[in-house]
């Protein structure tokens, strides 16, 4: 009898833990759907519908100096949902055809490459493909200082004097130079530490302005290296800096247009060019960087915020609508801020007008 207890026991307290251990699994299994479903559903929310705009063509030649953004500008009513509609994905070339239909899943967007034959004898040519952007409208931002942070300034050269102890330097005067960061062509842009850069909002600094001076190459290289100074924008004395002009560090990255990934905002604030308003293809300085998740090649809504009028009637303050006044396109992220390239505006581009994740 003691024994049938003790049987009857074990098999219970066994039973138990395998109801214990079901009831485990089946409670991650719910969690596991109930995150899923959640996740879809957010995910499904940030999901934008791609539109055609009113009378769009059916059918397009890529020309010499068109833009990514000016051929889905052809298009879309969104144009960074190009690579959405791109079927391909491949680089496009002046000459290519394309192909517009709007089927039930939405539009699609395919590629003809289209080559003329000839029985004559051909002069072929390398085409060069189609850019994001074009280059030669940021080229100046790229090839000297405009904006820069705290942690590029930490790793700048710094003039010492000048050879026969000249105070001040002009063209073609070599001088002395310490702590050079690394050039691979041996040439380095001058420059001087203006005013500091300001969050509009919160008050942070976020990088410092600075002014170009001028250009100079490697003569001898050591601890202390010996440089001559090529061309001179300006006088240059003992306490300048100098950053190197690195291909690579110069060179226009390549990107796809496309949404920033979370829900940002901030405003754009102004450049070096002391501009209060801007215009198309103007660059921009926006108070958004890498810590706001932003990438090179996301696109940014433009929205002016509405002005405060007196009503006539009540006398009493409002507030007029805002207005999305244009795109604008990140092409250089640092940290804190980042270069901006102003695609598209229906009227001038203003300092402090805001920027957002479209459609958000």
Known sequence: MKILTLNVTIRSNRFSDNVRFGQRVRQAVVSVILVFVLFSAAWAETRTSVDLIEGFPRSYTVREGDTLWDIASQFL??????????????????????????????????????EKRSPRVRVITTAQPVPTIASDTVRSFLEGPMIMDSAELSQAGQVVS??????????????????????????YRVFRIGESVIHPGTGETLGS???DLGTARIVSEGVIAT???????REVSRGDLLVSTNAEQNRLSSFTLHRPRQDVTGQIMRATTGLAEFARLDTVLLSLGKRDMLREGDVLEIWRSGRSLTDPTTGELVTTPGEPVGYVMAYRVYDKFSHGLVLECRQPVQMYDHVRRPDA
């Not at 949902?81 to 395919?110: F, T």
Request: net charge negative.
């Open 209 to 211: 302005q600075t002014i």
């Open 162 to 187: 000048g050879v026969g102890d000249d105070v001040v330097l002009a063209q073609h005067d070599r001088f002395f130079a310490a702590g050079l960061p690394t050039s691979t062509t041996g040439f």
């Open 227 to 233: 440089l001559e100074l090529v061309t001179a924008k």
């Open 77 to 114: 009513r969104r144009p960074w949902q190009w690579i959405e509609v791109w079927q391909e994905g491949d680089a496009l070339y002046p000459g290519d055809v394309l192909m517009v239909s709007a089927g039930n899943n939405g539009p699609r967007i395919k590629v003809l490459k289209v």
